[in-house]
């Protein structure tokens, strides 16, 4: 009965408080400068801006304003490493003149380890790297791939580099990383490994091409050859040695090109497909990035690039591909050019009615935290950690404390919470496959679940945030909206927080424990805004 008189009263606080949050105030279409907007209007800043001012106008939508420094601070930390600032790291921003302070936060970002693990995150859901069934990797040559991925994307390899090296390469799953490409595939015909290579790197769904243009660019794998060693669960990809007579190919763009018997198809291959006129090679990556970045791709989903699926804003797509290219292929060129444009950073408040204002880019479309983020975020609020399970026998299900989800490496390791936020399975390499749409069961489980109430109750850093304060309860609120929100809270906020610590009804610790709960349970901490 205690544990739910308890609950009873952390739900009363979860609505005082939720509903005291500004952002409310939306609803009944008051502009907001702070905490989410800025007082300054969109204003071009790069040539992204342009073309997406020239598309609104045409569509007839006013841009969003800028989000105030408070909101990106947040934004651009879970965009980039996939991780929610601490509180002192938003003080120092917050505290920063400097009329570039933005571009500096975003190279700072780029350079930091996190950086790597989340994006080796991203590549390892479109690669498939999982150890098992329907894929069946296994634990070690996931290790070796996903370092080789993490490595690749911590040099800042050069894209066409990265993807050539996966498509041509041979020997060992376990000593030649990159050949696992060829291994994380529910089949290992031609014909499969063309719809993989189609969908990875060229954005297409194969299976919605004539049936010829299907058969002629399975001809480019079908001299990809498999054998078992003595290792266990080690497996050989190599090029079949048989010799075949010279023939002619056709690539997916109708060009025709001479095979000789000594050729292994796969390089010629990859010399079209990474070449500087490829129509798909630059646009499909671009394409993605701009879509993981602003929660929608220019053609949508992004993993369908096709003649009848809509894309909006053609040049600036064609721009994008272009300054990809002439980079050489530096892919953290593009995310400089997309984070650093003011169409990035709008505020997620639209100032259109239309529906169609998110989708023309009118403002920062609000999205639910991916569950890898989200499980992050929770255990570094309070100090805790998360267990994760796995089919695969031990030592392999061993993750070392420290570990964080985005850093994790096999898509069959995995947990309750990971699983029930929509983590992808990992099975297909199709966007899809991520489900971020919010259910009454994710609701339920921040609201009223053991394990997150256990993660508040046991945690070491409220009780030392508690210490800090001096049994100063605004100090307290304070600190707490830093280290959730990412922001101040406005007074409002404040007096309804201090209200409740005063009251008398709980200890001041499990006043902070329920204003806690009350704080990841708003939408304001669950979505990127």
Sequence with gaps: MKYYLRLLASSTIILLLVLSLDYSAVAASKRLVKPFESSLVFRKVNPIDKYILDGLNKQRLTPAALCSDEVFVRRVFLDIIGTIPSGNEVTRFLKDRRFDKRSRLIEQLMARNEFADYWALKWGDLLRIKAEFPINLWPNAVQAYNRWIHEAIKKNMPYNEMVTSMLVSSGSNFRVPQVNFYRALQGHKPDSIAQVVALTFMGVRLNKWPEQQQKNMAVFFSRVAYKRSAEWKEEIVFTDPKPLPDMKATLPDWTEVKLKSSDDPRRVFAKWLTGSRNPWFAKNIVNRIWSWLMGRGLIDPPDDIRDDNLLRYPKLLAYLEEELINSGYDLRHIYRLILNSRTYQQSAIPRSKSVEAEQWFACY????????????????????????????????????????????????????????????????????????????????????????????????????????????????????????????????????????FKSGQVSPRQAAVDIAWALINSKEFVYRH
């Design 365 to 500: 479309p609000v999205r639910r935290l991916d569950a890898e983020v989200l499980s992050d975020a929770l255990c570094m609020i309070t100090g805790t950690r998360e267990r994760y399970s796995s089919m695969i026998p031990e030592p392999f299900t061993f993750v070392p404390e420290e570990n964080r989800s985005i850093a994790l490496s096999d898509g069959s390791i995995t947990s309750q919470f990971l699983e029930m936020f929509g983590r992808p399975s990992r099975d297909t390499g199709l966007e899809s496959e991520r489900n971020n749409n919010p259910t009454d069961a994710q609701r339920l489980h921040l609201l009223n679940s053991t394990h997150i109430q256990n993660k508040l109750e046991r945690s070491w850093k409220l009780r030392q945030l508690l210490r800090r304060s001096r049994k100063k309860p605004r100090n307290a609120i304070k600190a707490l909206y830093l280290a959730i929100l990412s922001r101040h809270p406005t007074n409002k906020e404040i007096d309804v927080a201090e209200k409740y």
